[in-house]
């Protein structure tokens, strides 16, 4: 029977995305692991690879086709034996990519699930099976829950279910109903009607909003909604910091490596995640996840939008380690050539404007994180030192975001301490 070849959604955050180039063509055969098409996300290109043996019988979705929603089919693949005069009554069902004209629908957390071809068994947990697999599950009576997956990220495959046994119709459970989907939040502002009326005597140029923008909107509305933030503000003295790193980069010349005071803001940062572990924190709606390591995010700009690559483990890497890692996501992240792992989790966050000549700010928590610091330039100021004289120092303004839910006021004030000390004293970072 024909295999329906569906949009894969390539990231939590995806809804619908683009089917940038196919790299096969009808009567084409391919096995499970080739590539088939370069798809788009709201976050990068990417490759799609099958997991089926088969001929590619005919293909829906043309190249360059935008807005193609998650779990549409997009071609249909022939098995051994089949021609494409089985794809008959099926084929002519299948949506073109005329849709994308269609009104949208609300959009519902389960458009944007983690993989294709995905159920839900009794108890909650996601199944991931190709439609072949569903299919000869189904015809022999066999729960997709008791199997494990052989393909592309533990997706079940015709393989896995081909030499397994029904279940005792008595072992079946009858299927929980589904809890109602929530509605996604709604556009705030005006319509779009309204404000094109408002504006129809002035001279502008109307900008299409791609997935990646479409995404930041979505998600920072949604998190400065739900989420109760406040605002820990702290002034930190860089003038230490900045001779320590002058003293570092001469000795790191020969390597060719070159140190910024983001990188020491990073390991500032890991290293407060560690030494105030109950911050190191995300929510997970019922509950709260603390985490071992310290996986700090850095907030990247790029061209319409940003990027924030996660830095792994940071707590336990150099400085110098530090520098190379980040300097290789950014520049990545401006490619839109990161792969999602390497921009989905972590606890924390940084967002850096003071390169932009910005004094201070409040940055948004990105959810799940438990908090995001904001770090604006390094300005020379007179302050007053231990001696009570009046003298010149460069002062770096930050404001730690912190999710009132995950963390309190006093544990915030104990992490941007924390923070703090660590920039002050770099050579302590070393030790």
């Known amino acids: 029977m024909p295999i329906e070849i569906l949009m894969p959604a390539l990231s939590p955050t995806m809804e619908e995305g683009t089917l940038a180039k196919w790299l096969v063509k009808e009567g084409d055969e391919v096995s499970s692991g080739d590539l088939l098409a370069e798809i788009e996300t709201d976050k990068a290109t990417m490759e799609f690879e099958a997991v089926e043996d088969g001929v590619v019988g005919k293909i829906l979705i043309p190249e360059g086709s935008e807005g193609v929603q998650v779990n549409a089919v997009i071609a249909i693949l022939l098995e051994d034996g089949e021609s494409a005069d089985d794809i008959g009554v099926a084929s002519a069902a299948m949506p073109s990519a005329a849709p994308a004209e269609a009104p949208e629908a609300p959009k519902t957390p389960a458009a944007s699930a983690p993989a294709p071809s995905a159920s839900v068994s009794s108890d909650g947990n996601r199944i991931f099976a190709s439609p072949l697999a569903r299919r000869i599950a189904a015809d022999k ?19 896995d279910v ?4 029904a279940a005792p119709a ?4 009858s299927a929980t109903p589904a809890p109602a989907a929530k509605t996604a939040p709604m556009p705030s502002g005006p319509e779009a009607d309204t404000v094109l009326r408002m504006y129809a005597d ?14 930041i909107a979505a998600r920072l509305t949604e998190a400065k909604q739900s989420i109760p933030h406040f605002y820990l503000r702290r002034d930190i003295k860089l003038d230490a910091l900045l001779a320590f790193r002058s003293q570092l980069n001469k000795q790191l010349e020969k390597r060719g490596a070159k140190l ?11 290293l407060a995640l560690q030494e105030v572990p109950d911050a190191n924190a995300v929510w997970a709606n019922d509950r709260i996840l603390k ?20 830095l792994k483990d940071a707590e336990m890497k150099s400085l110098s380690a530090l520098s ?13 050539k990161l792969a999602p792992h390497e921009y989905q989790g972590g606890s924390f966050a940084i967002s850096n404007l003071g390169m932009f000549g910005i004094d201070n700010f409040d940055a948004v928590i990105n959810p799940p994180h438990g908090a995001i610091l904001a770090v604006g330039a390094g300005v020379k100021k007179p302050i007053v030192d231990e001696d009570g004289q009046i003298s010149a120092a460069t002062v ?11 963390i309190d006021g006093a544990l915030g004030a104990q992490l941007l301490q924390a923070i703090v000390d660590n920039l002050e004293n770099p050579m302590a970072m070393l030790a």
């Open 396 to 406: 770096m303004s930050v404001t730690l975001s912190v999710d009132h839910r995950v």
């Open 162 to 165: 081909e030499g397994a046994s």
């Open 291 to 310: 985490l071992k390591p310290s996986d700090v995010a850095v907030a990247v700009a790029i061209e319409g939008g940003l990027f924030t690559p996660v």
């Open 260 to 270: 910024s005071v983001n990188d020491f803001i990073i390991k500032a940062c890991a």
């Open 141 to 159: 009576g066999i729960d997709l829950a008791t199997l494990t997956g052989s393909g592309p990220r533990g997706r079940i495959v015709k393989a």
């Open 324 to 336: 190379t890692e980040m300097k290789d996501l950014a520049t990545r992240a401006r490619d839109r």
């Open 170 to 173: 008595a072992a079946k459970v």
């Open 202 to 215: 002035r001279d502008f140029e109307e900008v299409a909003l791609d997935g990646m923008r479409k995404t």
